[in-house]
């Protein structure tokens, strides 16, 4: 069984580095889709990158002079889950040689937009790509996972990764889902689950070891793209939660080594009671005999106060 959400998405936001003339064609092709930020460098580019600004990128062939070559070529080892696009509007002299330098710096996508099927090629390229991978990776598992639950049951954790980048607090995420978070945890209580700040926790620390995994991205960029309070903050969630530091937590987890981390600690073992578990009915079921939530993972009760990281 697979699901799929009908929530309406925001424009996909592009960081451009493009000729004046680009970027008037590019802003009439985008049909309400994306919203262009144009840049004059690639070093701007990173910036937007950095600050969350932009999830793609969109370079002009035409740009990328010898000059502006290995900041390209940077920006593609620095940020390899960010897709990033050359576009071709124009051929002269100089052209072939600079699209294969192009292809040294690590940069695979190229789309030629000298014909109307190629601006329709860029967008359905930009929109399929507009879902991180580590969402489409997460909810793809998940689906198999989970196959059979509940609607409400498979929503929460579908919200859990569309929504961890930014929510820290179940209260966030219980808004989302239109129930009180003390109906939240009280169903997650009776059936004996762990609490949802732990699947919270969990689900942003794959969304950090995902981030992570670009070198351009330091920790405090990673913290700040996840809503941390403070980088400080986000320190003291990983050693609590992870018993390491953010460094060593960015050296030894991917997001998908992460991810293994959150089904087997967070869903495997209660794949039986998800599969009739209702998060946001009005009754719930009993513990078994002798189970209580302190039975299930043996988090600390710090990792249970405030807000994740």
Not at 117 to 128: D, I, K, S
Not at 140 to 157: E, H, I, K, T, Y
Not at 208 to 219: F, Q, T
């Amino acid at each position: 069984m697979r699901h799929t959400s009908g929530a309406g998405a925001a424009p996909l936001s592009i960081a451009t580095m493009l000729t004046p003339k680009e970027r008037l064609r590019i802003d009439a092709a985008g049909e309400g889709s994306y919203q262009a930020l144009h840049r004059d460098s690639v070093a701007e580019v990173v910036q937007d990158l950095k600050n969350n600004r932009a999830s793609a990128v969109v370079v002009s062939v035409a740009r990328c002079d010898q000059y502006q070559r290995a900041s390209v070529a940077a920006l593609v080892r620095e940020f390899p889950r960010v897709p990033t696009v050359a576009l071709l509007t124009d051929i002269d002299r100089t052209t072939p040689h600079t699209m294969l330098s192009l292809g040294s710096t690590g940069l695979r996508q190229l789309v030629d937009v000298r014909e109307s099927e190629g601006w329709r090629e860029l967008r359905n390229y930009l929109l399929a790509a507009r879902r991180e991978d580590i969402q489409r990776e997460a909810l793809s598992q998940l689906s198999m996972d989970l196959a059979g639950v509940p609607l409400d049951c498979w929503r929460f954790f579908e919200a859990l990764f569309l929504a961890a980048p930014t929510v820290t607090t179940v209260r966030e995420l219980a808004e989302g889902l239109e129930v009180l978070p003390s109906t939240l945890m009280s169903r997650f209580f009776r059936a004996a689950l762990p609490s949802p700040k732990q699947y919270v926790a969990y689900a942003r620390l794959v969304w950090a070891a995902y981030l992570g995994e670009s070198s351009g991205m330091s920790i405090a960029a990673i913290a700040n793209r996840l809503n941390a309070s403070s980088p400080q903050s986000f320190h003291r969630t990983v050693r609590t939660i992870m018993r390491m530091s953010a460094a060593e937590f960015r050296y030894f987890y991917t997001g998908a080594r992460m991810l293994e981390m959150f089904r087997s600690r967070l869903v495997t073992p209660y794949r039986d009671t998800l599969r009739t578990f209702d998060p946001t009915a009005d009754s719930g079921p009993t513990f078994p005999t002798g189970h209580t939530p302190s039975a299930t993972i043996p988090f600390t009760a710090r990792a249970e106060k405030g807000r994740a990281a």
